[in-house]
Each structure stands twice: as structure tokens, then as C-alpha cells.
């Protein structure tokens, strides 16, 4: 049996090669090549290990013909085109874990830092100055640590900061109370969180929920004296609005590893008061840089070898088999776990898939890895349905799958349901024909919708007229509806609108609905 062959196209560990052949893989070392030099070489392989400096495009794809997969040594994959792999059947895989302590312990250096302001005292130090009076820090023993994000990474940040003696307060939509009393902090939400921390630390993803999830209104209302620190993502805070605050004072101090535009050669933060930055060197240790790419050997040559898949994002788990009769129901899964997440409001602690008729025949891992995807990629932009269900798990969501072979009004019923602290909601969607998937229950409220592009979810009072005065605020905002849904729970009682229009819905427009009268509910949904 040939053995499979990778290449190394990145600088590296040394023992990522050696991991390579221990697994039964012939492995290559070529790096610094220019593109035109990999699209010479690279269809001679079924592996690619990179880091950032090699760039995955289209074309690279196309000539590597034998390429199976491509394995990144860290968690940014910008510079792979991951569309265009799928369609060419390459599996990509990152390794989201491998730099958590080394950004935990930046966030934390950044926080000591902020508190006895070593890098102004440093330089005024060297300049020739002894300005010990112009500095007078804090100490962090008995303040209070606010989190934004308690999964993998947050979760070391809290461990390390009681060893600080620092009280930790934590908002996080999925940290149910056991996974908080595990991790011996507490749980709250943002706003309760800003107003009580003396430190913030950010640990959350960017996504379209958390972009400039500390905005100048919440900012506005944390603790006056509050410090920042943000070891994430950038664009999770308005850089306009905190150097104003830092002007003005209310915020005492901030840290910020990562900007809204990167490599960030001009930003309105620099020269703000008490301002402290690093160019995004939250995984640059040694050790970080050797877990990492350990980690993608063992991911690739475990797939190329035996057919195991860890960390990839965009490949479910499932075998050559099961895919053409399983990829519908996954696809209606991802979108009916999608719709829940969009809506589903408070802390999200138990979550059951429930399967009925045909679906309650297949296997139902791949259909609950969906449903987990679509629910976890609000909050996360490393998801996909392998890993769906350990990032669930971390996060202390408890998952029910349930298989009921009983007839029901469908041939064949998904349901999803979300226990929040604001009570049980519910989704439901079945299969027309083999592949067309159809949202039929929305909370309890029958409607016929299929689930696709840009959409409008509006729960109003049932009562004449409505539909025409939100055609008419379309209208006049020069949006166009594709499909029109309706649903009610009784005459004259609680209604649905789901609309999908052809373009993304504006905040603007967004606060116009909701002041339509008979409106309760207004949400702009993405599928």
C-alpha cells in the first residue's frame, strides 16, 4: 500500500515531520516557495501543513489533484479558500486549541500591565527620567475580573486570575450554572458584569453577535475606572468610542492585542491615555508555536491514514455511505439549529433533537452535529458539525437526542428544543420530496417556510392591516420580499410573519419595525 504523502510548505517544529513518517506518512520540507513554485509540486500530494505565509487559492487547488486534505497550524484559516477546497473535495482542518494558555497568559500580562502601568513607566525610565511619583498603580488582589467568554480560553483566564485572588464574573450565553460553579466563578449578564468589573477580558469570537459588542453604550454605562483588555478578536469594541472614554477618563485603561483593521500601521487608539498594545501576540510563544503544529501532524496523518477527522470546518463526520441520504436532513438540521440560535433568547442550557418517522431510521450523530453547528456558529466562527458538539459540551450545554419511530402529520420531523431561562422554545422542520426542507413550526406556532438568504421574523398582535403597513415600510425602504410566511396561534392572538427579502436587513429599518403598531417581536435572521 503506497503511503500518503505531505508536505510541509511552512516553517515548523522539526517534530511534525517526525510525527508524519512515525504515522506512516512520507513527508516533504520545502519552505519560503514563491506560488508558482508550489503550483509546480503540489499535485504530487495528499496533505498540505501550513502556517500564514503559505496562501491556499484557487489555483493552488486546482493543480493539486491528489490533495485530501490541509491541515493549519493554528486558528486562522484566511489565507485558505475554504469554498473553493469543499468543492473540490479537500477537507480543511485548524487547531483552535494548541495556543490557549499562551493567550490566556497574554491577557493576563496585559492585565498586570494595566494595573501598575509598566510600559509608560518603563520608557520614561529608560528616557533617562525617574518619575516614580507620576505612577500610581492598582493592586488586581480582591477586585473583580469580568469575562466575555467562558469557554476554553476564558476558562484558563479565570483559573489564573483566582490564583490572583481576583473575583470572577463571567457573561457568556452558554456558561450554564454547574459549568460556573465547576469553574468557581459567577454568572451574569453584560450589562450587570460591566457595571460591578474593575477588569475586563474578552475571549469570544467575532461573529455578526458580538462585533462591537462593547459599544459606546455599554461603555458608557460599566464601572467609571474599569480596565480592558482584549486578547481576542479584533472589531469586538468600538476603538472610536474607547479612546473617548479613555480621554475622558470613565475608562481607566486598556489593553488590545488585536485591532478592527490588522496589520493596524495607523489606529485612532494610539497615543490615547493609559493605552497599551501588542501586535497581535497572543499565540507567539515556543511552546504554542511546537503544540500547534504536533497537533496538525496528528490531525492529518490520523485522517489520511485511518480516516479520522478532528477540528475540520467543512466536513461533517460521515462515511462514504451514509452521505448522499443523510446530507438533506443534515442541511435542514443546520438551518432549523441556526433559527434557534438567532432567536432563542437567555442563557441556553439544555438542547434535545428530536427525530421522527424516516429521520428516526438514519443515523442521528451527523444530524446532531448539525443542529449543534447551526446553533454554536452564533457565537462562534470556528464551528462546524465535527466540533459542534465538544465546544457544546465545554460550555456545559446539555444534549438530548430522542428517536421516535411514531407516525406522525410528516413522513419524516426534525424538532429542536432549547431550554433557556426564559422558559422551553421550539423548531420544527421537515423534507418535501428527497431534499427540499421546510421550516413547518416556529415556538409552537404552525408555518411553512423554507429557511434560506436574507430574512425578516416579525411576532405581532393578529389584526387587520398589519401585513400591509410592513409592506408598505419595505416598500419605501426600497427592499424587495422574495417569499412571504404566515402563522398564528389563534384569531386575534399571537401571529408570525416570516419574510425573506434580497438584501440584509438595515438596523435603521430594523427600528422602524419595531415601532409598526401591533409589533412584539422584530429580528433580522441570516441563513
Not at 515556543?286 to 478532528?310: F, K
Not at 470546518?313 to 455511505?321: F, I, K
Not at 420544527?428 to 409552537?444: P, W
Request: include cysteine; hydrophobic fraction near 40%.
Amino acid at each position: 500500500m503506497t503511503k500518503p504523502k505531505v508536505l510541509i510548505s511552512d516553517k515548523m517544529d522539526p517534530n511534525a515531520a517526525r510525527i508524519f513518517e512515525e504515522r506512516g506518512c512520507d513527508v516533504d520540507v520545502i519552505t519560503g516557495q514563491t506560488p508558482e513554485e508550489l503550483l509546480k509540486i503540489i499535485g504530487q500530494y495528499d496533505g498540505l501543513a501550513i502556517r500564514s505565509s503559505t496562501t491556499v487559492t484557487p489555483e493552488i487547488l486546482d493543480a493539486a489533484t491528489n490533495l485530501k486534505v490541509i491541515g493549519r497550524a493554528g486558528i486562522g484559516v484566511d489565507n485558505v479558500d475554504i469554498p473553493y477546497a469543499s468543492g473540490k473535495g479537500v477537507v480543511v482542518m485548524n487547531t483552535p486549541f494548541g495556543n490557549s494558555i499562551t493567550t490566556a497568559e497574554h491577557a493576563i500580562a496585559m492585565i498586570m500591565a494595566l494595573a501598575r502601568q509598566i510600559p509608560a513607566a518603563d520608557a520614561r525610565t529608560q528616557a533617562g527620567e525617574w518619575p516614580k511619583s507620576a505612577f500610581m498603580g492598582v493592586e488586581v488582589t480582591g477586585k473583580t475580573l469580568g469575562l466575555i467568554g467562558a469557554g476554553n480560553i476564558g476558562s484558563i483566564v479565570a483559573s489564573r486570575a483566582q490564583g490572583l485572588k481576583m473575583k470572577v464574573v463571567a457573561y457568556d450565553p452558554f456558561l450554564t450554572e454547574d459549568r460556573a460553579v465547576e469553574l468557581g466563578i459567577e454568572k451574569a449578564d453584560l450589562e450587570d458584569m460591566l457595571a460591578r468589573a474593575d477588569f475586563v477580558s474578552l475571549h469570544t469570537p467575532l461573529t455578526d453577535q458580538t462585533r462591537n459588542i462593547l459599544n459606546r453604550e455599554r461603555l458608557a454605562k460599566a464601572k467609571p475606572g474599569i480596565r480592558i483588555v482584549n486578547c481576542a478578536r479584533g472589531g469586538l469594541i468600538d476603538e472610536a468610542a474607547l479612546k473617548e472614554m479613555l480621554e475622558s477618563g470613565h475608562v481607566a485603561g486598556a489593553a488590545l492585542d488585536v485591532f478592527a483593521e490588522e496589520p493596524a500601521k495607523e489606529n485612532p487608539l494610539f497615543g490615547a491615555p493609559n493605552f497599551i498594545c501588542t501586535p497581535h501576540l497572543g499565540a507567539s510563544t515556543g511552546e504554542a508555536q511546537v503544540n500547534v503544529a504536533l497537533q496538525v501532524a496528528e490531525q492529518l496523518s490520523d485522517y489520511l491514514v485511518n480516516g479520522g477527522v478532528t477540528n475540520a470546518l467543512n466536513m461533517p463526520s460521515l462515511s462514504a455511505e451514509e452521505a448522499p441520504k443523510l446530507r438533506p436532513y443534515m442541511t435542514l438540521a443546520e438551518r432549523l439549529g441556526s433559527l434557534i440560535g438567532q432567536l432563542a433568547h437567555g442563557n441556553l442550557t439544555k438542547i434535545s433533537i428530536e427525530r421522527e418517522g424516516a429521520a428516526a431510521e438514519l443515523n442521528g450523530k451527523p444530524i446532531t452535529g448539525a443542529v449543534l453547528a447551526g446553533l454554536m456558529r452564533q457565537y462562534s466562527d470556528a464551528v462546524n458539525m465535527v466540533n459542534a458538539p465538544y465546544l457544546a459540551k465545554e460550555r456545559g450545554l446539555e444534549v438530548r437526542e430522542i428517536r421516535n419511530e411514531r407516525d406522525g402529520a410528516y413522513n419524516t420531523l426534525i424538532r429542536v428544543t432549547v431550554a433557556t431561562s426564559q422558559g422551553d422554545r421550539s423548531v420544527a422542520g421537515t423534507l418535501f420530496g428527497k431534499e427540499d426542507s421546510r421550516l413547518v413550526s416556529i415556538f409552537g406556532i404552525g408555518i411553512e417556510a423554507e429557511l434560506a438568504g436574507h430574512m425578516l421574523y416579525i411576532v405581532n398582535d393578529d389584526a387587520p392591516g398589519f401585513i400591509g403597513r410592513v409592506g408598505s415600510l419595505l416598500g419605501e425602504a426600497g427592499v424587495n420580499i422574495g417569499t412571504f410566511h404566515l402563522g398564528r396561534r389563534e384569531a386575534g392572538g399571537e401571529a408570525v410573519l416570516l419574510l425573506s427579502v434580497d438584501q440584509s436587513i438595515s438596523p435603521e429599518l430594523l427600528e422602524k419595525a419595531c415601532k409598526l403598531e401591533g409589533v412584539r417581536t422584530v429580528k433580522a435572521l441570516e441563513f
